[in-house]
């Protein structure tokens, strides 16, 4: 079963100065960081997406992270603009990888800034993150490039992106860690036992990705009928880099 198109991106060898926030720098292996992505691309292929590699950017640390860049919508991608300057060159190489694959494009224009990983699509309602990353200016963009969906702003607390705390399940429950994020917004909220537990991937069918760095939820997920796929991202959480970050699914329509 094909389920569409997963954007990845290979990591710059720059990739140990990428970004860090919230958490201490640690060494990162950047020869291991480029094994668990292949691995990670393979898990993509296994679960029935075809990988398409966005143009590598060399000279952007973060640019791994490509779920940053651009938001797909159905047949619609709108391209991010950081709110930290130094990730807005990444968008180019994603703004020929979203044309070639057919999309419509959009972008946040200034002074908006956003980042994908600060939205969550569940259904026609699209969760966006308050933070550091993305103003309320590209939240009033959202809403009227998207005006078929109900775009809700999310305030964060001590997190990097909305999605570092909260993601969504197939079956229509929400994965969160406490205390990054006022949950009242999101309907069945599941909190789970460990930070990388909350960062989840749909892959279609019963199969949700998740790090290896969370083999509890990982336990609950497959007890709740799930079929957890396990990859190992180290090097990537080295840069509070989580599953959702190192992709772009872009489902068939
Ligand atoms: N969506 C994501 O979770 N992105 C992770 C980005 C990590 C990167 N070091 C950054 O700070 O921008």
Same mark, same amino acid.
């Given at each position: 079963m094909n389920h569409g198109i997963a954007l990845v991106r290979r990591p710059s060898s720059r990739l140990a100065e990428g970004l860090v926030t919230h958490i201490e720098r640690s060494t990162v292996d950047i020869e291991l960081a480029r094994r668990q992505h292949d691995a990670y691309s393979a898990a993509l292929e296994g679960a029935g997406w075809t990988v398409r590699d966005? *143009?590598?950017? =060399?000279?952007?640390?973060?640019? *791994?992270?490509? =779920?940053?860049t651009v938001l797909v919508c159905g047949n619609r991608a709108v391209l991010a603009r950081s709110g930290a300057p130094q990730r807005r060159p990444e968008v180019a190489g994603t703004e020929s990888a979203v044309r070639a694959v057919g999309l419509d494009v959009t972008r946040i224009e200034t002074p908006g800034t956003l980042d994908g990983g600060d939205v969550l699509q569940a259904g026609d309602t699209v969760y966006v993150g308050r933070g550091g990353r993305t103003n309320g200016e590209a939240i009033r963009q959202l809403r009227r490039l998207l005006p078929d969906r109900r775009v809700v702003g999310v305030p964060l607390g001590r997190v990097l992106h909305l999605k570092s705390a909260v993601t969504a399940l197939p079956d229509g429950t929400f994965l969160t860690w406490p205390g990054l994020v006022d949950t009242a917004v999101f309907p069945a909220v599941r909190t789970v036992d460990e930070e990388p537990g909350c960062h989840v991937v749909p892959l279609g069918g019963d199969r949700v990705l998740i790090a290896a760095s969370a083999p509890k939820t990982a336990a609950l997920l497959d007890d709740l009928g799930f079929t957890p796929v396990v990859v190992d991202i180290s090097e990537f959480e080295k840069l509070e880099g989580c599953v959702t970050c190192l992709s772009v699914l872009v489902p068939q329509v």
């Open positions: 966005v *143009v590598p950017a =060399e000279h952007c640390p973060d640019s *791994v992270f490509v =779920e940053d």
